[in-house]
């Protein structure tokens, strides 16, 4: 059973960074994509970027790209780095995984395992 864990929310200033990780376990993960998606109050489940897991493709959504990059180490964690953070950006985030063969944009519904989430809190 795989277990993603989120970790690194926090309360941070406009204009700061932050750095979300996702301990994942349970599985082999080859062929497998983790990627992040954030939830502000009130809003759907919304797609931020992606990471392979046995490659080097990523992917990053057009909203984000510039001030987000994602990234992963040997030990199955998944880092997402944040900078230049708006209050917009605040949200719950969420890890989440799927099988796939490269890191794309990914639906909701293509996810099979998603971690509790953590909360991002941007002040103004």
């Known amino acids: 059973q795989v277990q993603l864990v989120e970790s690194g929310g926090g309360l941070v200033e406009a204009g700061g960074s932050l750095r979300l990780s996702c301990a994942a376990s349970?599985?082999?993960?080859?062929?497998?994509?983790i990627s992040w998606f954030r939830q502000a109050p009130g809003g759907e489940r919304k797609f931020v970027a992606s990471?392979?897991?046995?490659?080097?493709?990523t992917y990053i959504d057009d909203y984000v790209v510039g001030r987000v990059a994602i990234s992963r180490d040997s030990a199955n964690t998944v880092y997402l780095q944040m900078n230049n953070l708006k209050p917009e950006d605040t949200a719950v985030y969420f890890c989440a995984g799927t099988k796939h063969p490269q890191a794309t944009y990914l639906y909701t519904s293509w996810i099979d395992d998603w971690g509790q989430g953590t909360q991002v809190t941007v002040s103004s």
């Open positions: 349970g599985r082999t993960f080859t062929g497998y994509v």
């Open positions: 990471i392979s897991m046995s490659g080097d493709s």
